[in-house]
């Protein structure tokens, strides 16, 4: 399967704590993209980290990958309880298709 | 001056049913998508349609078909519509980039429910 594997599966924190996200797949990962879902719209591109890259940042939002380049995680600091979303890590192929994890559910609680 | 935009947004329907979803981009890009998002909100591709061209098909029952009449548009036609194919289906776009820049715009959803 090419789907990615996120945990957790569900996060809920108090408003001003850090969420931290991992996202792995059984292959390496090249480029990851993560995105954002509000309950009931479409998915909003957040952040791209390429291969070469070991952090990114862009606002609260920090991706960073571990030395196995299995795995990356998405750390939002200073949470608001509007960053409360459902949160995917996309790998994209060859065929310039995009292949999402399984998705981790954050709650913010003000 | 919504970039991608799929109707209908909500879609209530009888198995045996045949229904079609419509998307259309408004950003110039080559590459459509068409997927699914079932209960456990997990998104699986369904298809990838770069400049006309099916690319993709992921295991996908032969009861669904996209239909791409120019490269703006790509609608998801469902025949014989199964309790199971109840989920939100999601239209996205991109356009390739190279050293995997490539980002995808997503429209807003169309819930289909098949009773």
């Known amino acids: 399967s090419q789907q990615g594997e996120e945990d957790p599966q569900a996060l809920s924190i108090q408003e001003g704590e850090n969420a931290t996200m991992n996202c792995s797949y059984k292959?390496?990962?090249?480029?990851l993209q993560w995105y954002r879902q509000n309950s009931g719209r479409g998915l909003v591109h957040l952040i791209l980290?390429?291969?070469?890259?070991r952090e990114k940042h862009s606002g609260r939002l920090r991706v960073t990958l571990d030395t196995s380049k299995k795995s990356r995680s998405l750390l939002i600091t200073a949470s608001r309880a509007a960053d409360t979303a459902s949160y995917f890590c996309?790998?994209?192929?060859?065929?310039?298709?995009?292949?999402f994890g399984t998705g981790t559910r954050l709650t913010v609680i003000p | 001056d919504t970039a991608v935009s799929q109707t209908p947004k909500y879609l209530v329907t009888q198995m045996g049913n045949d229904k079609s979803i419509k998307c259309e981009q408004n950003?110039?890009?080559?590459?459509m998508y068409w997927y699914k998002q079932d209960s456990k909100k997990f998104l699986k591709i369904m298809f990838s349609?770069?400049?006309?061209?099916?690319?993709i098909n992921e295991t996908v029952p032969n009861r669904f078909s996209p239909k791409s009449p120019d490269k703006a548009h790509l609608n998801l036609h469902i025949n014989s519509l199964e309790l199971g194919d109840s989920a939100v289906y999601f239209c996205?776009?991109?356009?390739?980039?190279?050293?995997?820049?490539?980002?995808?715009?997503f429209g807003q959803g169309t819930r289909l429910t098949v009773v």
């Open positions: 996205a776009s991109s356009q390739p980039r190279t050293g995997g820049r490539t980002e995808a715009f």
């Open positions: 292959t390496s990962i090249n480029n």
């Open positions: 980290i390429r291969s070469n890259e």
């Open positions: 996309a790998r994209l192929t060859g065929a310039n298709n995009l292949f």
């Open positions: 950003l110039g890009h080559d590459t």
């Open positions: 349609y770069n400049n006309k061209e099916l690319i």
